[in-house]
T-cell receptor
Framework: GAVVSQHPSRVICKSGTSVKIECRSL??????MFWYRQFPKKSLMLMAT?????????EQGVEKDKFLINHASLTLSTLTVTSAHPEDSSFYIC????????????FGNGTRLTVT | KNQVEQSPQSLIILEGKNCTLQ??????????LRWYKQDTGRGPVSLTI?????NTKSNGRYTATLDADTKQSSLHITASQLSDSASYIC???????????FGKGTMLLVSP
């Protein structure tokens, strides 16, 4: 079945540095991918919709300059957390859907970001 | 405002017992409702999908129901196993490609 690969699974970085997270659709093309953030025991919160070849669409309250999204190909989207701070520590998950309609979202296994 | 409410927030049951999770939504217009299982530290995995015309659908020990009139769905787990311990998330799709509303999930713990 369709698989979404997310890398890295865990990352620890120092405050002020930037971290890049990759999301790849392994056996299908995804013109649109989604990035979520999840705090402990909380639901997924959509951060932005990543569109191949164009700018990402950010949800209200999400800083575009802090969470840079690049969707350079039909199988790869990246999320870069710039100038990370401890409050950015969270679980970040991406998802993609093979086609519109009722096909399921395929989620990556998430990236646990810890900013020290 | 589109909303998805799940209950209970958390649940502990003994291995082998059955349980039912609830999902109420206000998403309109409605396209479909999907239940996902999320193991700790992993991404969610789809269990079932319900469209407007479907009332019930099973996937092994998981049975989902949908009442589109009352905008309610349930996920029934039969003969629970320890591996069923996870968060179960209800996601409702409205019309439009990226119109998704997530519930906060029900955390299920199956104890031996």
């Amino acid at each position: 079945g369709a698989v979404v690969s997310q890398h890295p699974s865990r990352v620890i970085c120092k405050s002020g540095t930037s971290v890049k997270i990759e999301c790849r659709s392994l056996d299908f093309q995804a013109t649109t991918m989604f990035w979520y953030r999840q705090f402990p025991k909380k639901s997924l919160m959509l951060m932005a919709t990543s569109n191949e070849g164009s700018k990402a669409t950010y949800e209200q309250g999400v800083e575009k300059d802090k969470f840079l999204i690049n969707h350079a190909s039909l199988t790869l989207s990246t999320l870069t957390v710039t100038s990370a701070h401890p409050e950015d520590s969270s679980f970040y998950i991406c998802s993609a859907r093979e086609m519109e309609g009722t096909s399921p979202l395929h989620f990556g296994n998430g990236t646990r970001l810890t900013v020290t | 405002k589109n909303q998805v409410e799940q209950s209970p927030q958390s649940l502990i049951i003994l291995e082998g017992k059955n349980c039912t999770l609830q999902c109420n939504y206000t998403v309109s217009p409605f396209s479909n409702l999907r239940w996902y299982k999320q193991d700790t530290g992993r991404g969610p995995v789809s269990l079932t999908i319900m469209t407007f015309s479907e009332n019930t659908k099973s996937n092994g020990r998981y049975t989902a129901t949908l009442d589109a009139d009352t905008k309610q769905s349930s996920l029934h787990i039969t003969a629970s196993q320890l591996s069923d311990s996870a968060s179960y998330i209800c996601v409702v799709s409205g019309q439009g490609y990226s119109t998704l509303t997530f519930g906060k999930g029900t955390m299920l713990l199956v104890s031996p």
